[in-house]
């Protein structure tokens, strides 16, 4: 395998038939490869091949060795009455609460069912970067975030490359693709 952290090859994924692919695309680190198309291309589908809960039907998915690997999903898991604090939840996952971006740190001392979409959607995404993930999957990461936070989203990205770790992105806005994006993929065109 080469520098890359990632290699896809030919990929075909999907459920109980294919869904995206053939397609094919390294990651490498420092990179922030954003994955475009249109809704039911098949971007979030591959971000499951990656992790192993989609099928693959054909072509490959290389990780590099010892590869550590967070996820965001699209649309994260959220209970009603969820009891714990920000910052329990990034003691969960690993994520250094005291490296926490300036605006991640006024949500550390709220409960998670009290955050707004847009908060818990940050917070996720700081809990996968904060957690010294070398390969880091996010899936939408702008859902329900304003144009204030997304901009401290799109700041936040850019500074994880920066530092050298590797982001897949998958986003519907393609200007916030092209602003963060080392470069783009087109799944399913």
């Not at 990780?63 to 009891?83: I, T, W």
């Not at 714990?84 to 994520?95: K, Q, V």
Request: charged share 20%.
């Amino acid at each position: 395998m080469s520098a890359a952290l990632l290699e896809i090859d030919a990929l075909v994924a999907g459920y109980a038939q294919p869904v995206v692919g053939p397609v094919s695309f390294s990651v490498a680190p420092g990179e922030i490869v954003g994955l475009a198309g249109p809704n039911g291309s098949g971007k979030s589908t591959l971000l499951g091949a990656i992790i192993g809960s989609t099928r693959i039907f054909s072509g490959s998915v290389r990780r590099r060795e010892s590869l550590r690997v967070a996820m965001q999903a699209q649309v994260p898991s959220r209970l009603d009455e969820m009891p714990i604090t920000s910052i329990e939840m990034l003691r969960i996952t690993g994520a250094d609460r005291h490296a926490a971006p300036a605006p991640v740190r006024p949500l550390l001392d709220m409960r998670l069912d009290r955050l707004s979409g847009g908060q818990y959607q940050l917070l996720n995404v700081w809990a996968c970067l904060g957690c010294g993930a070398d390969l880091v999957l996010l899936d939408e990461p702008t859902n329900n975030m304003d144009l204030r936070v997304e901009a401290s989203l799109a700041d936040l990205l850019i500074v994880s490359r920066e530092e050298g770790r590797a982001i897949l992105l998958v986003s519907h806005e393609h200007d916030f693709l092209e602003k963060v994006s080392t470069r783009l993929v087109e799944v399913g065109r």
